[in-house]
Nanobody, 122 residues
């Protein structure tokens, strides 16, 4: 599975962006997550979704603002980000693992996209 993240950009605080993760190869049986890494900080978990889309899990800082979804017919996972804050500024990565179980641990993911930069200005 190869993943390609897109949709990042520059947005003002309070604005919205939608990130997309396009997968090549068989993707529908993989749980998928979004992670981010801000300058000078460790990578952190953002959100994850089960293979069917029925189960989702969010990190506390993004709960109520971000929504993860997937369209297996299009091999795509999306991250809708609303009410963006300057502290959301980071490179965002999508990742997938060969299991239906959701995980918030980056080490559990096998496949990673190249990252897309999100910058939120104050």
């Amino acid at each position: 599975v190869q993943l390609q993240a897109s949709g990042g950009g520059l947005v003002e605080a309070g604005g919205s962006l939608r990130l997309s993760c396009a997968a090549s190869g068989t993707f529908s049986s993989h749980s998928t997550g979004w992670f981010r890494q801000a300058p000078g900080k460790d990578r952190e978990f953002v959100a994850a979704i089960s293979w069917s889309g029925a189960g989702t899990y969010y990190a506390d800082p993004v709960k109520g603002r971000f929504t993860i979804s997937r369209d297996n017919a299009k091999n795509t996972v999306r991250l809708q980000m609303n009410s963006l804050k300057p502290e959301d500024t980071a490179v965002y990565y999508c990742a997938a693992r060969d299991t239906i179980v959701i995980s918030r641990r980056g080490g559990d993911y096998v496949y990673w996209g190249q990252g897309t930069l999100v910058t939120v200005s104050s």
